[in-house]
């Protein structure tokens, strides 16, 4: 790719009141502010980065999960200016315009059979906290009715965003803990792990093992659990655990078999990021409420997407003195302008044969994984479609962790951003999430930066 011309817009004075200015009125998200070290992007393209100094980066967490065709795509530039032209803001309160209209319509074409109904709002977090919602209220005004399902079931160290509703249903504890008196009951199934399974088990025993905890605790509290929530196929924000195949259509049938709602989580794997459009395709399942995010935009725009059954949808309509409403809504919600990208977005899956492509990204993807799997500290390797996570342990044997405050992930990211590439880790998994648009020769590269992280930081003498 052509580098940017770059003019250099910030001189040593400016780059320094920036900095400052970044480490002390900037609040940042997940960071210690106390030991922050201002990383700034002036501007990006394709999936390339180049910070205040010039220096160019790959960008292999795709800014955070939610960029999909690279930054700075000509036909989702063209789609936001396109539609500045038009409208930039339509209120979803009772009130429309036709770029919602015509993302809602081509949602519901795309996702699994029987999802036909969109709720929009703007984040991942507000998407799960409507499908929270709109469970909780379908069993009060359901044709049979059920206003003892107040409970939730979730998964352990689920990652479900930030909001109360989503850190209830949330499972990880250094996040959660100090906002435990806050937050409401969920029922806590253990994180269906290949990795850290229970010790004796064989791997063709573990989704019947994992199954089993869900049958018995829906057996004993089914009847006051509203819906179960949970990532398919594979729990990003816990550490890139992947799911034992067959959980998921496990889940699926056990929801529907004990009255239970099923919430799909899908802000970080749908859009492309297992291979195919969305996760829940790969086990044939349609959940009831499918909550969308991050990718939606491609990157650009915060736009998320609730949609859900005819069944759920139904018992929402009546009079309006009947209450049935869904009193809920988000001033941005279905906005234009992020409708436009992400309706672009979606153009360019078909225009760019994105999913096809990916074959061939995710085997070469794998097999450089092999090679990383084979170092003295590496616990173990998961990977599905564009998502790889490398988990680094003290002991490959026992699978006993370094002690966390050694931040060795951390270190890892830190040397791959000395050669040139930005990753992110979570905790000791060294997390790959490239663009969908990532290239080959990028993916050799985001390895090999991985692979010379790893082993400066786990092999080499401190
Ligand atoms: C990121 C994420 C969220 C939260 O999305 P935000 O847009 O950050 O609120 C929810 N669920 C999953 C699975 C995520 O990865």
């Known amino acids: ?163 109360i509703g989503a850190i209830s249903v949330g499972g990880v504890d250094r996040f959660n803990a100090v906002f435990q008196p806050l937050l409401f009951e969920v ?14 088990l064989a791997d063709e025993a573990l989704t019947d093992y994992y199954l089993s905890q869900a049958e018995q605790l829906f057996r004993r509290e089914g009847h006051r659990i509203a819906a179960l929530i949970g990532e398919p196929l594979m729990q990003c924000a816990a550490g890139m655990v992947a799911h ?51 990718g939606i935009t491609g990157g650009y725009l915060p736009v998320a997407a609730t949609l859900t059954t005819d069944t759920v949808y139904e018992a929402f309509l009546g009079e309006y003195a009947s209450l049935r409403t869904f009193f809920h809504g988000h001033t941005y919600g279905g906005n234009p302008l992020g409708c436009a990208v992400a309706l672009a977005n979606l153009e360019v899956f078909q225009k760019e044969k994105t999913l096809e492509k990916l074959p061939s990204k995710i085997s070469h993807l794998q097999r450089r994984l092999q090679k990383i799997a084979e170092r003295p500290h590496v616990g173990s390797v998961r990977q599905r479609g564009l998502i790889a996570g490398v988990e680094l342990v003290r002991d490959r044997a026992t699978k006993e962790p370094f002690p966390w405050t050694e931040r060795r992930g951390w270190k890892v990211c830190q040397i791959a951003r000395e050669c ?23 993916l050799d590269r985001i390895c090999d930066a991985v692979e010379t992280g790893i082993r400066r930081v786990t092999e080499e003498p401190v």
């Open 1 to 163: 790719m052509e580098r940017p011309v770059f003019d250099m817009m910030w001189n040593d004075q400016e780059k320094a009141q920036l900095r400052e200015w970044d480490r002390t009125v900037y609040w940042h998200a997940f960071t210690q502010m106390a030991e922050y070290d201002p990383f700034i992007i002036e501007r990006a393209e394709g999936c390339r980065l180049w910070d205040i100094d010039g220096r160019e980066y790959i960008d292999g967490v795709a800014s955070l999960w939610c960029n999909v065709h690279g930054h700075r795509h000509p036909i989702l530039d063209a789609a936001v200016r396109e539609q500045l032209g038009k409208v930039t803001h339509v209120t979803s309160l009772g009130c429309s315009n036709p770029t919602s209209i015509l993302l809602a319509k081509r949602l519901v074409d795309l996702a699994p059979a029987g999802l036909r109904h969109v709720f929009f709002s703007d984040s991942g977090a507000t998407a799960v906290e409507v499908a929270i919602k709109l469970a909780f209220q379908y069993w009060r005004q359901c044709s049979d009715p059920r206003p003892d399902k107040t409970l939730y079931a979730a998964l352990g160290d689920a990652y479900h965003g930030d909001t």
């Open 420 to 442: 040139g590439v930005f990753l992110r880790p979570l905790g000791d998994v060294v997390v790959i999430f490239p663009p969908l648009a990532v290239s080959l020769e990028e």
């Open 187 to 200: 029922r806590r199934l253990p994180c269906p792990d290949t990795y850290r399974a229970p010790p004796g």
């Open 244 to 294: 034992p195949p067959g959980y998921l259509r496990g889940i699926r049938e056990l929801t529907r078999k004990h009255e239970i709602l099923l919430i799909a989580d899908e802000v970080a794997v749908g859009f492309g990021r297992t291979g195919t459009m969305f996760a829940c395709q790969q086990e044939e399942v349609s959940p009831d409420f499918l909550c969308l995010g991050k």
